[in-house]
């Protein structure tokens, strides 16, 4: 029997974007504060003493990220000329988009590099990372940067936040990854307002601080912080309403906190418990749920008390039983054209789609809406089944069949209950949008 997967972006939701992602290294708390040196010349649109300046500041964003222990000191200049990813022992910022790495051509704003200890390692939350050593950004120097009283202007035009860029360049060369990439479905508001965001716009300030979902991923590298997993007893978090789920905290993460509160993203009461134990809900209504745990802690490197959240984005889904329906008409020469009505919803909750004609289980075509050739008039039996995590249904029409086409008629059919087609339009903001490495 032929079938064809609609949505296979669904499953890659649950594990991709999940949140913050590092990139395997980080500093070791005897590297902090980190030194380093700006080049000689000036980034285009600004001063030297500005964009010196906006690199402290960039220090003091991630900085301020409660329990970061992350400060910059900035111990002078030197020469820009070297050009790109020059040094493995010195963390320096240059204004060279050419050279040995061409930003200008690639259309990137601004790169990092960051370089490791081999064999060194730092361990922070259970998570084990490569001891980072020195970071290099590099700014595309055919692009015009910005002050933030430039980018904050009405009168601002094609000009390039040097702050939120560098903020961004800065999380890279801390161990931040992007928090979408190019290309991902990225569905969540708060992944694709985050500071490590793949890209941004000109005039555009809406990165400089990090959000709550850099926020996650800086203390989880560099601070306590809070995890939790889907318990094992729990095979999967695609499935039928309703649907029960099972979370737990690892032990690692539980020693310095003592309240941890459970919002299940469904409207219903938190639940706030005193220790990490494993908690079961049980989602009663369609739709993607994210997960967010909050727990309250102590620690001396937090000054005494502090909170901390993780958010697991997407992570449950629970559908309904589908809903098909289809409408049909006559083109002519025997030729029926069938049009799918199926509530298709916002949730990927309808993947597959089979058409069967006449009862023919093995010749079914596994497509949208198909186009049928009869080999002459007269009545056929057509069956849509639509096939999803809730289950599947389907409804069976007696299709009647002319030489000659509709004329602009057509007919409707669907099971008791059924309605119309929903369609997700999805809109992609106008601003221009320039890759950030």
């Known amino acids: 029997m032929k079938r064809l997967a609609l949505v296979a972006l669904a499953l890659f939701l649950w594990t991709a974007l999940s949140g913050w992602a590092h990139l395997g290294w980080k500093w070791s708390q005897d590297d902090i504060p980190i030194t380093y040196r700006v080049g000689n010349s000036s980034p285009p649109g600004m001063t030297h003493d500005e964009a010196v300046d906006l690199i402290e500041e960039s220090f003091d964003r991630w900085g301020d990220v409660p329990c970061s222990p992350i400060d910059g000191e900035y111990v002078g200049e030197t020469d820009n000329e070297q050009g790109g990813f020059s040094s493995n022992n010195a963390s320096i910022f240059t204004f060279d988009g050419g050279s040995k790495n061409d930003l200008t051509e690639s259309g990137t704003n601004a790169a990092a590099v960051t370089y490791r ?7 922070n939350n259970g998570l084990v990372f490569q001891r980072a050593r020195a970071m290099n950004i590099v700014f595309n120097d055919g692009r015009t940067w910005g002050t933030k009283a430039d980018i904050d202007s009405p009168d601002c035009r094609g000009i390039n936040d040097f702050l939120s860029t560098s903020v961004h360049e800065v999380g890279h060369g801390l161990g931040m990854a992007h928090s979408c990439e190019n290309g991902d479905p990225c569905a969540d508001p708060v992944l694709r307002s985050a500071t490590m965001f793949w890209a941004g716009g000109t005039c555009d300030s809406s990165r400089r601080s990090p959000n709550p979902d850099d926020v996650g991923g800086i203390t989880a590298m560099y601070g306590p912080s809070i995890d939790f997993e889907v318990s094992e007893d729990t095979p999967s978090l695609v499935g039928s309403v309703p649907l029960t789920a099972s979370f737990e905290v690892p032990d690692i993460y539980g020693e310095t906190l003592h309240e941890f509160d459970w919002n299940f993203g ?24 994210t997960v967010t745990l909050t727990a309250q802690g102590t620690a001396d490197e937090c000054g005494g008390d502090y909170q901390t959240a993780q958010r697991k984005v997407g992570v449950v889904l629970a559908c309904n039983e589908p809903d098909p329906t289809f409408s049909y008409s006559n083109d ?17 909750c309808v993947t597959e789609f089979e058409w069967i004609l006449d009862g023919d289980e093995d010749g079914a075509l596994s497509t949208f809406q198909p186009t049928y050739t009869f080999d002459a008039a007269g009545t056929h039996d057509v069956t849509l089944r639509a096939i999803g995590p809730g289950g599947e249904a389907e409804v069976t029409v007696q299709v009647e069949v002319n030489r000659q086409s509709d004329e602009g008629c057509n007919a409707s059919f669907a099971p008791a209950g059924g309605s119309g087609i929903a369609l997700l339009v999805g809109l992609i903001g106008a601003g221009v949008l320039r890759r950030r490495e």
Do not use: C
Request: proline share 6%.
């Open 117 to 123: 200890y081999s064999g060194q390692t730092v361990t």
């Open 266 to 289: 469904d409207g219903s009461p938190h639940f706030v418990s005193p220790n990490p134990e494993m908690v079961t809900h049980t989602w009663n209504q369609e739709g993607q749920f």
């Open 332 to 348: 002519g020469d025997f030729t029926v054209t069938m049009e799918n009505g199926s509530k298709l919803g916002a949730f990927e």
